[in-house]
């Protein structure tokens, strides 16, 4: 709230990042225009933000841009099961252990390179319309298992077996199934991802 004055009497706009997982347990390419039917903690409290940023704005005439993440990957080495899954994974694959992917990994998924994210995200402020919402992705989901078969690729030398376990109950509850977020309106403006998912992939691999 204390940011929201802020803005509201320097004239700032008002940048939020939230989540893509605000859609919905089912995502296939969300528009920016869908009804968000968050589950979850996390989802939840992200699309709680959102409408209070909005509700303060529309009352007092600011301005704001709400920016919907997918999933983001990269350079970051605080690697988890919760947090950073792909990483996670990544790096057991290096260490030769197993891994287990749920529903054997028949799951879409939009990876974003940290690197796509900040250039996307630098140009939703630069050039985006205010008082909007824009999802941040590239547009092309992947199986969640075609993506562990890059990294595969990558490590020719990997002993790792790749099993399935079933999915929590909490997570068929809380975290989306399949998610893919529609970037027609931030390909609008001139943004195109430059990282491949191949090359971020390779990345990882050898880091």
Same mark, same amino acid.
């Given at each position: 709230? /204390?940011?929201?004055q802020?803005c509201?009497?320097e ?8 989540s893509?997982?605000?859609y919905?347990?089912d995502?296939i390419n969300a528009?920016?225009?869908?009804? %968000?039917? %968050? ?5 939840i409290?992200?699309?709680t =933000? ?6 303060f704005c /529309? ?10 993440? =997918?999933?983001?990957?990269?350079t970051?080495?605080?690697?988890s099961?919760?947090?950073n899954?792909?990483?996670?994974l ?6 030769? /252990?197993?891994?287990?992917?749920y529903?054997?990994?028949l799951?879409?998924?939009?990876y ?7 250039r996307?995200v ?11 919402i824009?999802?941040? =992705?590239?547009?092309h989901?992947?199986?969640?298992c ?6 595969f690729?990558?490590? %020719? ?12 109950e ?5 975290? =989306?199934?399949n998610?893919?977020l ?9 943004f ?9 992939? /390779?990345?990882?691999?050898?880091s």
């Amino acid at each position: 709230m /204390e940011v929201l004055q802020y803005c509201k009497e320097e004239d700032v706009v008002f940048n939020f990042i939230s989540s893509g997982f605000v859609y919905g347990l089912d995502i296939i390419n969300a528009k920016e225009t869908d009804i %968000p039917d %968050p589950r979850g903690f996390y989802s939840i409290t992200k699309r709680t =933000a959102e409408q209070l940023i909005i509700s303060f704005c /529309e009352t007092f005439k600011c301005k704001y841009r709400i920016l919907r993440l =997918a999933n983001v990957y990269g350079t970051d080495k605080t690697l988890s099961g919760k947090k950073n899954v792909l990483g996670f994974l990544i790096n057991k694959l290096k260490n030769d /252990e197993d891994i287990s992917l749920y529903d054997n990994g028949l799951v879409l998924r939009d990876y974003m390179h940290v690197d796509d994210v900040s250039r996307a995200v630098k140009c939703v402020i630069d050039t985006g319309s205010v008082n909007q919402i824009y999802n941040i =992705a590239t547009g092309h989901p992947l199986y969640f298992c075609d993506i562990i078969k890059l990294a595969f690729d990558n490590l %020719p030398d990997c002993k790792s077996k790749i099993l399935s376990a079933d999915t929590p109950e909490f997570y068929s509850k809380t975290q =989306a199934k399949n998610f893919s977020l529609n970037v027609e309106k931030l390909n609008r403006l001139n943004f195109k991802s430059t990282i491949s998912l191949n090359i971020g992939i /390779e990345k990882l691999c050898i880091s």
